[in-house]
Protein backbone atom coordinates (compact mmCIF):
# COMPACT_ATOMS: atom_id res chain seq x y z
CA UNK A 1 0.00 0.00 0.00
CA UNK A 2 1.53 3.83 -1.25
CA UNK A 3 0.94 6.10 1.60
CA UNK A 4 0.60 9.66 -0.74
CA UNK A 5 1.74 13.02 0.59
CA UNK A 6 0.35 15.88 -1.99
CA UNK A 7 1.74 19.57 -1.38
CA UNK A 8 1.80 22.91 -3.02
CA UNK A 9 -0.96 23.94 -2.93
CA UNK A 10 -2.16 27.61 -1.39
CA UNK A 11 -3.92 31.06 -2.59
CA UNK A 12 -3.35 33.09 -5.92
CA UNK A 13 -4.93 34.90 -8.25
CA UNK A 14 -6.40 34.32 -11.06
CA UNK A 15 -3.90 33.85 -14.02
CA UNK A 16 -1.40 32.84 -11.70
CA UNK A 17 0.11 29.68 -11.32
CA UNK A 18 1.22 27.09 -9.00
CA UNK A 19 2.81 23.38 -8.87
CA UNK A 20 1.28 20.52 -7.06
CA UNK A 21 3.38 17.71 -6.00
CA UNK A 22 2.12 14.17 -4.99
CA UNK A 23 4.77 11.56 -3.12
CA UNK A 24 5.13 8.53 -2.25
CA UNK A 25 6.12 6.48 0.67
CA UNK A 26 6.17 2.49 1.28
CA UNK A 27 5.70 1.65 -2.38
CA UNK A 28 7.33 3.17 -5.52
CA UNK A 29 4.74 4.43 -8.66
CA UNK A 30 6.84 2.21 -10.66
CA UNK A 31 4.29 0.08 -13.08
CA UNK A 32 1.21 2.66 -11.86
CA UNK A 33 -0.79 5.49 -12.67
CA UNK A 34 -0.99 8.33 -11.30
CA UNK A 35 -4.28 10.75 -11.18
CA UNK A 36 -5.19 14.07 -9.67
CA UNK A 37 -8.57 14.45 -9.07
CA UNK A 38 -10.28 17.59 -7.05
CA UNK A 39 -13.69 18.67 -5.00
CA UNK A 40 -15.12 21.56 -4.66
CA UNK A 41 -17.42 22.40 -1.90
CA UNK A 42 -20.73 21.23 -2.29
CA UNK A 43 -19.24 19.42 -5.72
CA UNK A 44 -18.46 16.06 -6.46
CA UNK A 45 -15.19 15.00 -6.85
CA UNK A 46 -14.07 14.96 -10.18
CA UNK A 47 -10.74 13.79 -13.01
CA UNK A 48 -7.95 16.73 -13.76
CA UNK A 49 -5.36 14.66 -15.05
CA UNK A 50 -3.44 11.28 -14.85
CA UNK A 51 -0.17 9.73 -15.93
CA UNK A 52 1.68 6.37 -16.54
CA UNK A 53 4.61 5.69 -15.19
CA UNK A 54 5.79 3.78 -17.78
CA UNK A 55 5.54 4.97 -20.84
CA UNK A 56 4.18 8.91 -19.65
CA UNK A 57 0.56 8.64 -20.93
CA UNK A 58 -1.45 11.77 -19.88
CA UNK A 59 -4.96 12.08 -19.90
CA UNK A 60 -6.72 15.44 -19.19
CA UNK A 61 -10.20 16.89 -18.31
CA UNK A 62 -11.19 19.18 -20.94
CA UNK A 63 -11.81 22.39 -18.41
CA UNK A 64 -7.52 22.26 -17.65
CA UNK A 65 -6.55 21.16 -21.39
CA UNK A 66 -3.65 23.93 -22.05
CA UNK A 67 -3.23 25.16 -18.82
CA UNK A 68 -2.59 22.13 -16.34
CA UNK A 69 0.25 19.83 -17.29
CA UNK A 70 1.07 16.46 -15.37
CA UNK A 71 4.83 14.88 -15.08
CA UNK A 72 6.47 12.56 -13.13
CA UNK A 73 10.32 12.69 -11.74
CA UNK A 74 11.47 9.12 -12.01
CA UNK A 75 14.68 9.72 -9.61
CA UNK A 76 12.45 11.37 -6.75
CA UNK A 77 9.41 9.36 -7.20
CA UNK A 78 7.00 12.46 -7.48
CA UNK A 79 4.31 13.24 -9.77
CA UNK A 80 3.38 16.95 -10.65
CA UNK A 81 0.39 18.76 -11.77
CA UNK A 82 1.63 22.19 -13.04
CA UNK A 83 -1.49 24.48 -13.12
CA UNK A 84 -1.10 27.46 -14.84
CA UNK A 85 -3.84 30.53 -15.80
CA UNK A 86 -5.72 29.23 -13.10
CA UNK A 87 -9.24 30.26 -13.05
CA UNK A 88 -11.32 31.13 -9.86
CA UNK A 89 -13.48 27.71 -10.74
CA UNK A 90 -10.43 26.00 -10.01
CA UNK A 91 -10.52 26.65 -6.37
CA UNK A 92 -11.25 22.78 -4.71
CA UNK A 93 -9.10 20.12 -2.46
CA UNK A 94 -6.76 18.59 -4.75
CA UNK A 95 -6.08 14.49 -4.71
CA UNK A 96 -3.74 12.10 -5.80
CA UNK A 97 -4.31 8.67 -6.26
CA UNK A 98 -2.27 5.59 -7.27
CA UNK A 99 -3.64 2.40 -9.25
CA UNK A 100 -0.92 0.39 -8.37
CA UNK A 101 0.34 -2.90 -10.52
CA UNK A 102 -1.32 -1.41 -13.95
CA UNK A 103 -1.68 -3.30 -16.56
CA UNK A 104 -3.82 -1.82 -19.01
CA UNK A 105 -5.09 1.94 -19.12
CA UNK A 106 -7.08 3.87 -21.02
CA UNK A 107 -8.97 7.70 -20.44
CA UNK A 108 -12.21 6.07 -19.33
CA UNK A 109 -10.35 4.15 -16.59
CA UNK A 110 -8.19 7.04 -15.45
CA UNK A 111 -10.63 9.49 -14.71
CA UNK A 112 -12.82 6.65 -12.70
CA UNK A 113 -12.15 6.93 -8.77
CA UNK A 114 -12.80 3.29 -8.08
CA UNK A 115 -10.02 2.43 -10.47
CA UNK A 116 -7.25 3.61 -7.99
CA UNK A 117 -6.36 1.98 -4.74
CA UNK A 118 -4.38 4.78 -2.79
CA UNK A 119 -5.00 8.05 -2.21
CA UNK A 120 -3.45 11.50 -0.59
CA UNK A 121 -5.15 13.62 2.13
CA UNK A 122 -5.74 16.26 -0.22
CA UNK A 123 -4.02 20.08 -0.98
CA UNK A 124 -6.00 23.35 -0.83
CA UNK A 125 -6.04 25.35 -3.79
CA UNK A 126 -8.19 28.52 -3.79
CA UNK A 127 -8.01 31.06 -6.37
CA UNK A 128 -9.28 34.26 -6.32
CA UNK A 129 -10.73 36.75 -8.96
Known amino acids: QAQLVESGGGLTQAGGSLRLSCATS????????VGWFRQAPGNEREFVAA????????YYTDSVKGRFTISRDGAKDIVYLHMNILRPEDTAVYYC??????????????????????WGQGTQVSVSP
Open 51 to 58: ITWSGGIT
Open 26 to 33: GRSFTSSA
Open 97 to 118: AVKNDMLIVSEALAERESWYDD
